[in-house]
């Protein structure tokens, strides 16, 4: 496979420093000022493009703020991939009669300004404000669907974590929005267990932007809550990287777990990964600033990963079988119509590092692809120098 260097652009959320409801007040009505719609001549549109149980607190979050700010229309639309559910009824119907989510997000209440709709192009017509919330193996074929048909002023923010490698190189997902659809593209990322946040637990996110301030403090504005405290940071592509990369360095610590390995070997694994996280991401990008790393977006996302999250809980499993359960099947099996990124990010960085000659630079990366498609026993996770790709 040809590579050649690309633009990877990069969506950063993360947190304040202070939890208080004083720090927000004061905080909103600035950013109305600066706002369009301040001063009552115009309303952002917002659609969330994604619907599974991130998008679903998205969505929430969203809808909470858009009643409250006057510079965006109360309704907020959520793009649903329409299913049927065992009783009959469509996702969406349910969803708009009984305002809850009750596959992706069961017992939560969205907001009764969250209007779920199950055709796409009409979903984000007169939006100018995307939220793209969708497991990255589907944000291709969503933006081919979407391309040309969004016009105008329109602003985006990825919430997906992932990237593509095709055949002219690998691709971020913020780049790929930006590329296909012509738009301006953000990204959020950070330690967000979305069951969680769902409840209002105090969590943080870093929104990484590349050009606007301004632009990226309106989202700000639109996500942040008392209870989800979220700092705009001015890179872009430390950011994305951080979101994406974190999956591999779960799945290595998923293994660790399923092999019972203790905390010490966990710890290490998570600074291992952390250590690669930051080599790979500078030097895809020299201008990724090393601060990214300390941010929600980095370390932190890192941290609740590797304890609580799918992409962890699943490779613990596949630990457990001894590796002889695959993770299709595990998926399948654990996360009720959820996706896991890990495992696909760890295949499209190993095809990354292989052809550019970085393997051996990257050994515990490649040795969790080897592991994931059964050419490593799970063990050798903690032998990983021993083993050349």
């Not at 209870?227 to 999956?247: A, I, Q, R, S, W």
Request: with cysteine; hydrophobic share 40%; net charge neutral.
């Amino acid at each position: 496979m040809r590579i050649r260097s690309s633009f990877f652009s990069i969506f950063l959320l993360s947190s304040s420093s202070s939890p208080s409801s004083s720090f927000f007040s004061s905080r909103f009505s600035s950013l109305s000022a600066m706002s369009p719609g301040a001063n009552g001549d115009f309303k952002s549109r917002v659609t969330v493009v994604g619907s599974g149980n991130w998008g679903s607190v998205a969505a929430k979050l969203i809808a909470s703020n858009a009643l409250k700010l006057p510079s965006f229309h109360d309704e907020v639309r959520m793009w649903v991939f329409e299913e049927v559910l065992p009783n009959g009824e469509k996702l969406t119907d349910v969803i708009n009669k009984t305002n809850e989510n009750v596959k992706y997000l069961p017992g939560i209440k969205l907001g009764r300004n969250v209007v779920a709709d199950p055709d796409l192009e009409n979903a984000v017509k007169e939006a100018n404000m995307l939220v793209f919330v969708t497991p990255h193996q589907f944000m291709g074929g969503i933006c081919k669907k979407l391309k040309g048909k969004v016009t105008g002023e329109v602003e985006a923010i990825s919430l997906v974590k992932g990237m593509e490698v095709k055949k002219e190189g690998p691709c971020m997902i913020s780049s790929l929005i930006s590329k296909e659809l012509g738009i301006n593209s953000c990204v959020l990322m950070g330690a967000n267990i979305a069951n969680e946040i769902a409840v209002e637990k105090f969590s943080e996110a870093t929104v990484g932007y590349r050009e606007s301030r301004e632009i990226a403090d309106t989202w700000v504005q639109l996500f942040s809550t008392p209870y989800f405290m979220v700092t705009p940071v001015h890179d872009v592509e430390g950011v994305e990287l951080c979101g994406t990369l974190k999956n591999v360095v779960a799945i290595a610590a998923g293994f660790v777990d399923g092999l019972e390995m203790g905390n010490n070997t966990k710890a290490a694994i998570m600074r291992i990964g952390l250590r690669e996280m930051r080599a790979l991401s500078k030097l895809l990008f020299p201008s990724v600033k090393d601060s990214t790393f300390f941010e929600s977006c980095g370390v932190a996302d890192v941290i609740t990963t590797c304890l609580g999250g799918r992409n962890r809980r699943v490779a613990e499993a596949f630990a457990q079988s001894g590796g002889k359960r695959s993770f299709d099947e595990l998926e399948a099996e654990m996360l009720q119509g959820q996706k896991l990124q890990g495992v696909s990010t760890a295949r499209e960085v190993y095809e990354v590092l292989n052809h550019c000659g970085w393997l051996e630079m990257f050994p515990l990366f490649s040795t969790v692809h080897q592991i994931c498609t059964g050419r490593l026993k799970p063990e050798a996770i903690v032998h990983y120098r021993d083993h050349k790709a």
